[in-house]
């Protein structure tokens, strides 16, 4: 047991972070200065860790695509999703997403996704960056991707 965690730890030393410095080497005491020596070229950003297939950032929804058919919200655990009844769509307030990706699965038109855009700290969780409305009309090329990838095999 003591020889196995031992090995656990020895193989940390040697293994590269799980986790990225962000956004520079150590943690700055104040961010606003830290950006103002990057912009004056005394600073370094690290460049962020590769993004990992099956990634679960944050929402994507083709308005145009959607049917109304509330299906999403049947399954979303945390009240994410409000439905609009005039127009028939459904909005995303994503600081209530807990980014299990279900109404992802559940959609007849597979027209939400997740991306792998992971920044969205705000001090505002009703700002127009947190509310995902409409991120434009990518289903039917995704779709289409996706019905050619089947032929094939
Ligand atoms: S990912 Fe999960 S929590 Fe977020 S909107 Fe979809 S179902 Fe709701
Ligand atoms: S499940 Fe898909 S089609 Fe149905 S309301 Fe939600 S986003 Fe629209």
């Not at 047991?1 to 799980?18: G, R």
């Not at 962020?48 to 944050?58: A, D, L, M, N, Q």
């Not at 509330?70 to 979303?76: A, D, R, S, Y």
């Not at 505002?124 to 434009?136: A, F, L, R």
Request: overall charge neutral; glycine content about 4%; hydrophobic content about 35%.
């Amino acid at each position: 047991m003591v020889t196995h965690a031992f090995f656990e730890l020895l193989k940390q030393f040697f293994s590269d972070p799980a986790t990225n410095l962000f956004p520079v080497k150590h943690a700055p005491a104040n961010i606003h200065q830290t950006l103002k020596k990057v912009e004056a070229g005394k600073a370094t950003i690290n460049p962020p860790v590769e993004i990992p297939p099956g990634f679960r950032g944050k929402i994507e929804y083709d308005r145009e695509a959607c049917i109304g058919c509330q299906m999403c919200i049947k399954v979303c655990p945390s009240e994410t999703i409000e439905f609009l009844p005039d127009e028939r769509k459904v909005r995303f307030h994503m600081s209530r997403c807990t980014f299990c990706a279900l109404c992802t699965e559940i959609c007849p038109k597979n027209c939400i996704r997740m991306s792998d855009q992971f920044i969205m700290a705000t001090l505002d969780k009703n700002s127009k960056e947190m509310i995902v409305t409409d991120s434009g009309n990518w289903t039917a090329d995704a779709n289409k991707e996706a019905a050619a990838v089947e032929k094939k095999e």
